[in-house]
């Protein structure tokens, strides 16, 4: 009971606080010479101290922004980095497998050409002949990336770890 009786006090200070302001306001509003007007409103101000402090916090520069992350040199060396390592991401990366493979499986790793890495995420597994050898990494939905084998129907999902 106490704190709401403290609350309804606190509340009618408050709103009578706020129509003194708002009724000296409109008195200085009224006022035709801009002198005169202009000294009405500084006398409704703050403290000359508290009111130089807050011109010279706002006049103060602002801090530089933080240099941009350096541009990669294409959009295929981003490809399948998290979000805050890329600019500018492609949506699709073509290459070759570094070296021949004759087949995936789940949680390998597969090295292409341009020397990314990505691995197996899915639980599937294939079989890859010669000329499957080269592959384009997709972009699926939610964040997804799919490997796409030349020559194949299926495509692992796979995540880049470099």
């Not at 009224?30 to 101000?45: E, T």
């Not at 570094?98 to 341009?114: F, G, M, T, V, Y």
């Amino acid at each position: 009971m106490r704190a709401i009786s403290h609350a309804s006090v606190l509340f009618a200070l408050t709103a009578s606080a706020l129509a003194v302001a708002a009724a000296d306001l409109q008195t200085c509003r009224n006022i035709a010479d801009a002198q005169q007007r202009l000294s009405c409103y500084d006398a409704l101000s703050p403290p000359a101290a508290a009111s130089t402090t807050a011109t010279a916090t706002a006049l103060a520069p602002k801090p530089a922004a933080p240099a941009p992350v350096q541009a990669l040199a294409s959009n295929a060396d981003a490809f399948g980095l998290p979000v805050n390592a890329r600019t500018g991401e492609a949506q699709t990366v073509s290459s070759r497998l570094a070296r021949e493979l004759d087949s995936w499986a789940p949680n390998q790793i597969i090295q292409l050409a341009n020397g990314q890495l990505w691995q197996v995420v899915d639980g599937s597994s294939g079989v890859l002949q010669a000329e499957n050898q080269r592959v384009l990494v997709r972009r699926g939905a939610l964040g997804t990336y799919f490997m796409e084998f030349d020559g194949l129907n299926r495509s692992p999902r796979v995540k880049r770890v470099q």
